[in-house]
């Protein structure tokens, strides 16, 4: 009977870890999407779900600024991709930066050179900066390094922030 016991005992363990398992891969890919989708030119609010995941006291806050960098910076991998290949595309209909937006990128760009794309993380003008490093040919390395550099700081600050408001209002 303790045998039998302990197997279902096992096998409840193993269904509520299940579930916490889903519940962890559903926050932090959902968290990973919205970074993604807020940096590939489309809109979104990851800021918000950072603040709402980090609010919530739930989970690992650096988990959770590591997964929203990592997203953000694929969905800018995606704008330097097709920054590459911006003069076949720039004029199609579903191109999705208007010529106002990637003259204002072209102006920032030049002004501020590489340096620029630690501004990536910037409404507006950021995922435009991060397609025309592509069509200026930026290389890899860099462009990593710096987009990276600049979202990791505005994702922690936001995630510093909701901490200490939760602290002050605690």
């Known amino acids: 009977a303790g045998?039998?016991?302990t197997f279902l005992w096992t096998r409840h363990d193993a269904g509520v870890?299940?579930?916490f398992m889903m519940s962890e891969i559903l926050v932090y890919g959902g968290l990973f999407l919205s970074a993604f989708t807020?940096?590939?030119?489309?809109p979104g609010s990851s800021e918000a779900v950072l603040a709402a995941l980090v609010a919530s006291g739930n989970h690992d806050v650096a988990l959770l600024v590591l997964v929203a960098t990592l997203g953000n910076?694929?969905?800018s991998l995606i704008n330097w991709l097709l920054g590459l290949a911006i003069e076949r595309?720039?004029?199609a209909r579903w191109f999705p930066v208007s010529d106002?937006?990637?003259?204002?990128?072209?102006h920032w760009f030049c002004r501020f050179g590489l340096w620029a794309l630690l501004?990536?993380?910037?409404?507006?003008?950021g995922d435009p900066i991060t397609l025309v490093a592509g069509a200026m040919r930026v290389r890899f390395i860099p462009f990593i390094l710096l987009v990276t550099l600049g979202k990791a700081a505005r994702y922690s600050m936001v995630a510093g922030g909701v901490g200490w408001l939760a602290d002050f209002f605690g």
């Open 73 to 75: 910076v694929a969905g």
């Open 89 to 91: 595309y720039r004029h």
């Open 3 to 5: 045998t039998y016991e």
């Open 100 to 106: 106002r937006d990637y003259q204002r990128a072209c």
């Open 119 to 125: 501004f990536s993380w910037l409404p507006v003008i």
């Open 17 to 19: 870890m299940s579930l």
């Open 38 to 42: 807020s940096a590939t030119l489309l």
